[in-house]
Structures are given as structure tokens and as C-alpha cells.
């Protein structure tokens, strides 16, 4: 048996050998976090950009990405 083998699927088979599948796959964070923690965690973060620049220019930036 060779130690070695070249196992193919639908993925190789469509997308080509030079693809890499795990380039395309994210992590779901709202999966590793209750929701309701997700947001006190995100609005503590909103108030910390809030006071680090004056009026705010931070909270305005991520806005608009």
C-alpha cells in the first residue's frame, strides 16, 4: 500500500487540484458564544472606541465598513 495517496472529491473534481478548501471555510463565532454575551462584548467595545478618539471618529469608521 502506498504510504502516500492522492484521495479526490467533488470539491477536486470542480475547483481543481490547486484549490485549497480550508482557505474557504470561517468560523462561526456566534456559534462559540450565547448571543446575549455577544452583545454585551460588542457594546462594551463600541463604548471603548467611543472615548478613545474625540467624537467618537472610531465608531463612525467602523460604521461605515
Known amino acids: 500500500m502506498l504510504a502516500h495517496q ?3 472529491n467533488a470539491f477536486v473534481d470542480c475547483l481543481g487540484p490547486d484549490f485549497d478548501i ?7 463565532l456566534l ?3 450565547e448571543l446575549g454575551v455577544w ?3 460588542f457594546t462594551h ?3 471603548i472606541l467611543h472615548v478613545a478618539t474625540p467624537g467618537g471618529r472610531l ?3 467602523l460604521d461605515e465598513r
Not at 480550508?22 to 462561526?28: A, E, R, W
Open 6 to 8: 492522492c484521495l479526490q
Open 22 to 28: 480550508h482557505s474557504i471555510l470561517v468560523v462561526d
Open 31 to 33: 456559534h462559540e458564544f
Open 39 to 41: 452583545k454585551s462584548l
Open 45 to 47: 467595545l463600541i463604548r
Open 59 to 61: 465608531v463612525t469608521e
